[in-house]
């Protein structure tokens, strides 16, 4: 059995196809999971996976310039599904994911309606803090970006450009989500946006 059990392990993470992360829950349904632990580490060094961090596993994509590595919200957002939750990138993570910066923090911060952590990996820190429930019922991919960065920058650094670039941002997704989440924003922030509906 244990044999059987180690065989689909690696065909399903073969399957999967590259750059995939895995944990034990992703094996829940053979109800074995000290044999997934067992089978994932010996996975590793065989050299088959990379272990990220605790319990995070990688099957690489490998290329000639090396392994490519998951983003850490790739990393964030395969840590918070082990609780079946979600993550949003907060501050500096949020303003390079929506592109108004290049720098990828050291400390990559995110909000998530999952367990609060911070994991290490490699030279990288990734934290994961507790979110009102509100933060996450927005319906675009967008606007709870656009509003973590700007709660980040602080009113009085979000100045007429920055708000301009956010807009044209904004303006790219659903209008029709946007405008259903533009009214639970903060009224600083929605007046900041304003001309999105004026």
Do not use: C
Request: hydrophobic share 40%; net charge positive.
């Amino acid at each position: 059995m244990p044999q059987i059990l180690s065989k689909e392990i690696r065909n399903r993470i073969v399957s999967g196809g590259e750059n995939k992360m895995y944990t034990i829950s992703d094996f829940a349904d053979l109800n074995n999971d000290s044999l997934v632990t067992r089978v994932l580490s010996r996975l590793e060094e065989e050299g088959m996976l990379v272990r990220l961090t605790q319990g995070l596993y990688l099957y690489p994509k490998q290329t000639r310039f090396g392994i490519v590595k998951p983003t850490p919200y790739e990393i964030a957002q395969a840590v918070a599904g082990k609780d079946h939750a979600k993550v949003i990138p907060s501050g500096a993570m949020a303003l390079n994911e929506l592109g108004l910066s290049t720098q990828i923090p050291t400390n990559a911060v995110f909000i998530t309606n999952g367990t609060p952590r911070t994991i290490k990996v490699g030279n990288q820190t990734i934290t994961l803090k507790r979110a009102v429930p509100k933060m996450f019922s927005f319906q675009s991919t967008l606007f709870p970006l656009a509003i973590t960065a700007m709660r980040d920058l602080g009113a009085a650094n979000v100045d007429d450009t920055m708000a301009t670039r956010i807009i044209e941002i904004l303006s790219k997704d659903d209008k029709e989500a946007i405008k259903a989440d533009f009214l639970k924003a903060p009224a600083w922030i929605r007046k900041r946006l304003a001309p999105l509906y004026s």
